[in-house]
């Protein structure tokens, strides 16, 4: 078995490539293990939420939305990037994005897992929360400005329609849906 | 319902910022269905694959390895990016990466998914294959010169345990070993 020190990419320096509003580009020189050396090229991401929640009717709900860098409208589950302030606590990020973009507000969020979501290049980190005890409210947190949301609830059925019609086609909510999935399987075992 | 008009952003410029070897950035201008404007931070990725696949001792095959992005060592099901000249046979770079990383080739390669891992800011399309029949070959192609990889075999009980411990916290890895847990239970569900 190896050690950290057989793996470790060691930074020898690192050039400032971008600083954005949503993400930073650098790209660092690094010393391999067997002393030779490499580029790497590396995007920063503060980290988003995404929220898998179900209504009393077992439908899941989602949003449909353009993406700019597919070029094309896809149907998500909730989710947001952390705001500056937000960083400890990406419940509260689930919290107000689940709010803005759907309208409800939730009695429990429970942590369901965080995944790097492409480590090769990026250190985005999603945490995805599962949301139960949901109430349509009144006057919502406004959307995003520059957002256009359209609001879904799908059945396990449609959602899983959704995939092969290639609409739902992102890691989250391809996640989302299996985990759904999984979920009422395990629910189904019990009861046998 | 809205229509595909109601959603779309259309490009007015665009700045490239990077040309790099693995991803190029650029930040468009684009104009919003209401007329407005907006700015958005673009990352371009030629995509990439990975692989499930389990051994004839209920094993699931992963790596482990250095991620620069996160400054850590994870554990992840065997993946890589697509090669110039693979854009159309992304089954051709999942029966590269299978044999360079892991070194055994498989007898069939299955379509599972398709996963844009960030569309907030990325066009990063994973494809995951399940590959089955498994050979560990004698000289298989060797490892990318910058790599070091450390090979694992988990059972899936092995893999929850990982997750917990945060060794295994990337999306395709978290996906993979959900699909294998519903595999198992839709196989158990039918014996019952």
Redesign the interface.
Known sequence: ??N?E????KTLSRKE??Q????D?A??D?R???G?T????????PG?VAIITITDQDKMIMV???????EK??L?IP?G?IDPGEQDVPIETARRELEEETGYQAETFEHV????????????L?HIFYAETLTKIENPLPQD??E?L?LYELTLEEAKQE?KNGLI????T??AV??W??MM??K??KE?
């Open positions: 078995m190896l950290y057989d793996f470790e990419e490539i971008f954005g509003k949503i993400i580009v790209v660092d690094v391999l293990p067997d030779s490499a580029k790497r090229e590396l995007v920063f991401h988003a449909k939305q353009f993406r700019k860098p597919l409208v896809i998500e989710a990037k897992t965080s995944m790097y979501v492409s480590p090769g290049f990026a250190n985005e999603l400005e520059d256009v359209e995939i086609c992102d890691a989250k391809l996640f299996q985990y999935e999984l399987l395990n189904k075992s046998v």
